[in-house]
């Protein structure tokens, strides 16, 4: 019992070692998993993170429109376990270290993350289609990029093009 | 029969900790006799649901059966995936999977470590335990991201990577963590009401916990020096040296034991982790194609062995997962542990096994 004492002591000088939350900040560590943004400009639409988001939390759907891909993110479905970021070929999605999450019942449909994908008219046919982000020209063709502007095709014009230029070419 | 003779029912809410279990208990007067295991209450279809998602969805919902050995199910149904696939994973990559798993071992059994006298009555040292604990939650936080679910494993190796900074910063931690740890271990050993509490009772003999195969710090309470990562080497174990911690006495008190030296053992394994670890790649680099097949793999979980079955067609999707936790052989012995006891020593039994009842039930 004596040796606990000490404990008790050296506890009670110490003082608490909770704080007094949400009265006082408590700072989250960088990387921590939290609520999600997502960046549409860097997203190719490839959807990597859809396939493998256990939750069901990504939804992906092509806009009434056909301009582009309507991209949501429904936070209250996620569970943060950060493998649609771990898979995301360019890192569009981030997990960021933003644990608020509260929010009133009547906002929980509303609590999204909803971005939107926007198409661009092929430079061939003028057929439109999700662009080929700068991360992912960079993660394909290195460091001087798509010369050829073949990033900014159709696959069908592409797949012309190419053939034209010969199989060897590489 | 005597008059005094009768049933009892414990739970099956909140018996020990906040998880459901129905006991149904024949006491004759206020001694243990004989007892109903009762379960079922938390079934929630996890290997049916593994067989409705893809292998990468069922990362994220294995890692989910269970909080404190979170981390240990889809570690191995990683290995299993990875037997059946015939993959090796990057060595670096066996040592990160180590230092998780070995991270998660001292916060469940620093859990425990509280719990038992929680049970008994000694709240204080029950809080000091979760105070001593909350250390390594905050390494969980900064160093994986999550204090729970750590989302370490992938198909191939793992998900995170730890710079100079942060081993410096995990070493530091784990050393800070060796004194409080020696004396809460001190105070355990010595504490006169603990001992008077836990000694001797819920006693499992050495033959019995062979007959019931029981695994993990229960078995090794009992005297067995049975521990996947000695006898069945995995992920860097094969590398490293692991002295498992075994008592002879079977009783909660040795169970208790068992775990402060467990604690205090993993924190040697991370320090040799880090030491040993070499540079490389993480993963794979690529998302692996399963083929068919099935395959069996096992590791050490903080309550004992764990073992998975996979088999897979050759879709995107398992054709089943099955697996085996620890707390189902371990269970079933407290048919063995409880009787000829007294009823004030029941809670105190069950939570001297550790149990898991949201694994044993998924
Ligand atoms: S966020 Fe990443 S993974 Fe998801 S569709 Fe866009 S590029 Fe693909
Ligand atoms: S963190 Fe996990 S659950 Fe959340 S959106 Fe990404 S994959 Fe889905």
Redesign the interface.
């Known amino acids: 019992m004596i040796r606990f004492f000490k404990v008790i002591l050296k506890n009670i000088i110490q003082g608490p070692s909770t704080i007094k939350y949400p009265f006082e900040d408590s700072p989250a560590p960088e990387k921590l998993r939290g609520k999600i943004v997502h960046n549409a400009d860097a997203c190719v639409a490839c959807h990597l993170c859809e396939y493998v988001c256990a939750g069901g939390a990504i939804k992906m759907q092509e806009s009434e429109d056909h301009q582009g891909i309507d991209f949501v993110v429904w936070h209250d479905t996620c569970t943060f376990c950060g493998l649609c970021e771990y898979y995301c070929p360019t890192k569009a999605i981030h997990l960021t270290n933003d644990y608020h999450t509260a929010h009133v019942q009547a906002d929980k449909y509303n609590y999204v993350e909803k971005t939107f994908v926007k198409k661009q008219p092929c430079i061939c046919c003028g057929e439109p289609m999700v662009p080929i982000s700068p991360a992912m020209v960079e993660q394909i063709y290195g460091q001087e990029g798509d010369i050829r502007g073949l990033s900014k095709m159709c696959p069908q014009c592409r797949r012309k093009i190419l053939w034209k230029g010969g199989v060897s070419k590489s | 029969m005597p008059m005094s003779s009768y049933n009892i029912p414990i739970g099956p809410v909140h018996v020990v900790l906040e998880e459901p279990i129905y006991f149904k208990l024949q006491v004759e007067g206020e001694t243990v006799v004989g007892l109903d295991i009762n379960a079922g209450h938390v079934h929630r279809g996890i290997e049916f649901l593994t067989m409705q998602?893809?292998f990468?969805?069922?990362?994220?919902?294995t890692?989910?059966v269970c909080s404190l050995c979170s981390n240990n199910h889809p570690f191995t149904y990683c290995m299993a995936l990875e037997k059946l696939a015939g993959i090796e994973i990057p060595v670096r990559a066996e040592y990160l999977r180590t230092i998780a798993d070995e991270i998660k071992r001292i916060a469940s059994h620093l859990f425990n470590i509280g719990i038992i006298p929680h049970i008994i009555g000694f709240d204080?040292?029950f809080m000091?335990a979760m105070?001593v604990r909350?250390s390594m939650q905050d390494l969980k936080?900064?160093?994986?991201?999550?204090r729970m679910?750590l989302?370490v494993n992938?198909i191939g190796g793992v998900?995170y990577n730890i710079t100079d900074e942060q081993s410096k910063y995990i070493v530091k931690t784990l050393e800070n963590l060796k004194k409080p740890l020696a004396?809460i271990t001190?105070?355990c050993r010595?504490?006169?009401?603990i001992r008077r509490r836990t000694e001797g009772i819920g006693v499992l003999p050495k033959d019995k916990a062979i007959a019931y195969g029981v695994v993990g710090p229960v078995a090794r309470a009992s005297g067995l020096p049975y521990d996947v990562r000695v006898v069945n080497p995995y992920a860097a174990y094969d590398k490293l040296t692991v002295y498992p911690a075994v008592e002879q006495n079977g009783d909660v008190f040795s169970r208790l034991l068992v775990r402060l030296q467990e604690a205090a053992e993993s924190i040697r394994i991370i320090e040799q982790c880090l030491h040993d670890m070499p540079e490389g790649p993480t993963d794979l680099g690529y998302?692996p194609d399963i083929p068919a097949g099935e395959a069996i793999a096992k590791s050490e979980a903080p309550r004992g062995e764990l073992i998975y079955y996979a088999r897979t067609n050759g879709t995107p999707i398992p054709e089943r997962i099955k697996w085996r936790v620890p707390t189902y052989p371990n269970w079933a012995a407290l048919n063995v542990m409880m009787p000829g006891y007294k009823i004030a020593d029941i809670s105190v039994i069950i939570g001297s096994i550790d149990p898991c009842i949201s694994c044993t039930e998924r």
């Open positions: 998602r893809n990468y969805q069922n990362l994220t919902l890692e989910r204080s040292l000091h105070e909350e936080e900064s160093v994986f991201g999550n679910n989302s992938t998900r004396e001190k105070i010595t504490d006169a009401s998302m």
